[in-house]
């Protein structure tokens, strides 16, 4: 009976010193001193070359995405994209968002060429420090990423817009006159029609 009361004792004293020794560890934070990050701004226009008046796709990004605090996976979002279309001629359209909402950091944009010859897109991060809770969603020193830098950049692209109109693939080639096989290719996708569902 003794044995078993000094091993009870024994196991009591060994579980409030380990709750002691977690309890006294002091707050850390993941880095004290601010982080420089240097940002790869991206841009690109679909398609190139394209016909006058067609409507063009575009988007902007930055190749590091944000980093995700401890506690959430990704609470925070980039500030400050604009990008400028120059046509030939020098006028520009101008696209900005104070807030990018896609989690990765891309931002996508829509607009119509109306004159032919090359445009010159620009896109420019104007850089952002991250703030608690609106950015990094931890309070600082709580393993967060408050008070990091994100440093500005910029990236630039072409678009080439032609009078001729562009040649564009068929959604499907005709289906089958006479005895076929499968497999019925990629290129084929309205030959559902003969195939059913076999």
Not at 81 to 102: L, R
Not at 123 to 138: E, I, N, R, V
Not at 182 to 194: L, S
């Amino acid at each position: 009976m003794q044995k078993q009361t000094a091993a009870i004792a024994i196991v009591i004293l060994l579980l409030v010193s380990m709750g002691a020794s977690i309890t006294l560890i002091p707050n850390t934070a993941a880095h004290t001193t601010p982080y420089q990050i240097t940002t790869y701004a991206k841009t690109a226009v679909l398609p190139s070359p394209m016909q006058v008046g067609q409507s063009a796709l575009g988007y902007a990004f930055l190749a590091n995405a944000p980093l995700a605090s401890s506690a959430v996976t990704n609470t925070y979002r980039f500030h400050d994209y604009t990008v400028t279309a120059t046509d030939p001629n020098g006028k520009v359209q101008t696209f900005h968002w104070d807030t990018v909402s896609d989690t990765t950091g891309a931002q996508f944009f829509r607009f119509t060429p109306d004159v032919v010859g090359t445009w010159n897109i620009t896109f420019k991060y104007g850089g952002q420090t991250l703030s608690y809770p609106a950015d990094t969603g931890t309070p600082p020193g709580a393993n967060s990423n408050a008070g990091d830098v994100y440093l500005p950049s910029t990236a630039n692209c072409t678009l080439i817009v032609q009078a001729d109109p562009i040649k564009t693939y068929p959604d499907s080639y005709p289906l089958p006159t006479e005895y076929w096989t499968r497999p019925i290719y990629g290129e084929n996708p309205y030959w559902w029609a003969v195939s059913s569902d076999w």
